[in-house]
């Protein structure tokens, strides 16, 4: 089965992603995960499962995963 998202960024810690809805992703039926990163730095990021990719990129819970129905 796969799942589509979206990233949502509360507070920017780094200074690059900004805040709101900075990417938009996929969970694979393996687990694979890929992300699109918006705005003037885009880039597409593939991560073994989804908490690995929250691991580095949750920011300590300012960035949430939200699903699509």
């Avoid at 960024?9 to 992603?17: A, L, T, W």
């Avoid at 805040?19 to 990021?45: C, I, M, N, P, Y």
């Avoid at 691991?55 to 995963?65: C, K, S």
């Amino acid at each position: 089965m796969r799942r589509t998202f979206v990233l949502h960024r509360d507070e920017d810690v780094s200074g690059v992603s900004g805040t709101g809805v900075v990417a938009e992703g996929a969970v694979f039926s393996d687990g694979t995960v890929v992300v699109r990163w918006l705005g003037k730095q885009a880039s597409t990021t593939v991560w073994s499962s989804i908490d690995s990719m929250i691991a580095i990129n949750g920011h300590g819970g300012r960035t949430q995963v939200f699903y699509d129905e």
